[in-house]
């Protein structure tokens, strides 16, 4: 039955209104409404910050609310209402405020009146018309990363209640932070994937693949100093390729007294907080890498390049992150980048050998026919653009059959190596010795005339070992002539030196 409002009495519908009206207005409602709103906010603490300011100024009844951002020895407010909307940007010290405090015990913090509490800037307050305040902590993995304050014109208007009441919505906004954190990470951690995953690729198909690990290894670590470290010979490791401070040619030990060597010897992963810290840290190595603005980059990573063969190689990553919870993925997907990098490498280190192999003479180092052709024929382009005079002499060790026959050849061998040495700490850095076959030898000298050229070709006569002798044919270029006429010129003067006696030098 519905009473007539005429009457004096309530109809049914007015009081199904007030009772709907009242529930609307009731706190715990409010609070339940926004702890739903809440949850429905997409993105981090950027995009959940001024949601939950409006949201805690709301159901706490309270004048202003703030969102700040814990930054290290600050705190920074990324959103304000009410009171609190000018707030917004301001970067406060932790040190001595109440905010630190909050940080420091991870306990909500109640100031009744800012007129008689000397935790917090009185003078501060009174700008922004606060006489009561609180603030509270929103934490995460058991640590304080957002600050959230409530504030009022009244003293006493804020108080212990008050902030127990709105905690379900910090709770609910701390759980909002987690899970978008946790998807950020995974977002993260497969974006990482997918990026060593394609530069695992990228590494076979490289022209350096050394070249383009340590690159890589940088970008993706964020690494300020990267360096690959291959075997010179069983107990020593060389930096052959590196992505920052230049350490190219650098020697360690390949066993555990080192942590590279550590790494390359058990074909597992070293990790050091502080690499110079260790005891095999070479004190002008920490000074050059240590001295610059990257003097922070101490935490390090060792990779062992593996194959199926063992390992082949390790790479070490410098970083100013340490590796933590947060990226303990790292030293993994190195790995896996590693083992495809172990292939490129091992492949492209044969393919250097290989090619040396073709342009040296096995026995003795030298650059081989190939290479001096090659050379002989860029060395007249360049005189004949530049009319510079270039020198070409044919060298040939004097009875060596004789020398075969009584020593052997074995003995023969070793007087060819020692040739080559002596001549090569012999001729300057400019000129070309090579190997030409047998006995025979060759050098370019680009720049020299006949009187230098001698000059150089006479303390290679006088470092033969063995009381062994040499004669050597010595001509010039001729401009406008091709390399196989001056070839021929040199031959005839080596001849002539044979004819008039051996151990000498014949000019034609």
């Known amino acids: 039955m519905i ?33 739903v709103e809440l949850t429905a906010v997409e993105g981090g603490l950027v995009e959940l910050a001024p949601v939950l300011a409006e949201l805690a100024c709301s159901v706490a009844d309270a004048a202003g ?15 304000g209402t009410g009171l609190l909307a000018g707030t917004q940007g301001m970067r406060n010290a932790r040190a001595g405020s109440l905010a630190g405090l909050v940080v420091a015990t991870a306990a909500p913090q109640v100031c009744h009146d800012t007129h008689q509490d000397t935790r917090v800037d009185r003078a501060a307050c009174d700008r922004l018309g606060i006489r009561s305040m609180a603030i509270m902590p929103m934490r995460q993995a058991s640590h304080t990363h957002a600050l959230v304050m409530l504030a009022s014109p009244e003293p006493g208007a804020i108080t212990e209640d008050l902030v127990e009441f709105i905690g379900p919505l910090l709770r609910a906004a701390a759980v909002k932070l987690a899970q978008a954190s946790a998807a950020e990470s995974a977002a993260a951690q497969l974006a990482l994937l997918q990026d060593v995953t394609v530069t695992s690729r990228e590494v076979l198909l490289a022209d350096d693949p050394g070249l383009y690990l340590v690159e890589e290894v940088a970008r993706i670590a964020n690494a300020q100093h990267v360096y690959l470290l291959l075997p010179q010979d069983p107990g020593r490791l060389v930096i052959t390729r590196c992505a920052g401070h230049s350490l190219l040619g650098m020697v360690t030990a390949a066993d555990s007294t080192t942590l590279s060597g550590a790494a390359y010897s058990t074909g597992r992963p070293k990790i050091a907080a502080d690499w110079t810290a260790h005891p095999a840290a070479r004190p002008h190595v920490v000074d050059a ?18 194959t199926a063969d063992g390992p082949v190689g390790v790479v070490v990553a410098l970083m100013h992150e340490p590796i933590t919870a947060s990226n303990i993925d790292l030293p993994g997907l190195l790995q896996l980048l590693a083992a495809e990098a172990g292939i490129a490498i091992t492949r492209d280190v044969l393919r250097r050998k290989l090619a040396d192999q073709a342009r040296t003479d096995p026995l003795t180092g030298l650059a081989n026919r190939r290479v001096w052709n090659e050379r002989l024929d860029f060395e007249i382009a360049r005189a004949q653009r530049n009319g510079a005079p270039l020198a070409v002499a044919v060298l040939d060790l004097d009875f060596f059959k004789r020398f075969n026959d009584s020593f052997g050849h074995p003995a023969g061998d070793e007087l060819l190596r020692a040739v080559s ?20 030898f060759g050098v370019i000298l680009p720049d020299a005339d006949i009187p230098a050229a001698s000059a150089i070709l006479e303390r290679l006569g006088a470092v033969v070992p063995c009381d062994q002798t040499v004669s050597i044919g010595l001509t010039l270029h001729v401009g406008g002539e091709e390399s196989g006429a001056t070839m021929e010129r040199a031959d005839r003067a080596l001849y002539a030196a044979k004819g008039a006696g051996r151990n000498r030098v014949v000019t034609q």
Request: aromatic share 4%; no cysteine; net charge negative.
């Open 3 to 35: 009473e007539n409002a005429e009457d004096g009495h309530m109809g049914w519908a007015d009081q199904t209104a007030e009772r709907l009206l009242a529930s609307v207005s009731d706190p715990t409602t409010r609070l339940l409404e926004a702890v």
């Open 289 to 306: 890498l240590t001295s610059d603005q990257d003097g922070g980059a101490r935490s390090a990573a060792y990779i062992p390049l593996m």
């Open 421 to 440: 040495d002596a001549w090569a700490g012999a001729v300057r850095p400019t000129d070309l010795l090579a190997r030409l076959g047998g006995e025979e």
């Open 65 to 79: 609310a703030s969102v700040s951002r814990v930054d290290g020895a600050d705190v920074v407010s990324i959103a």
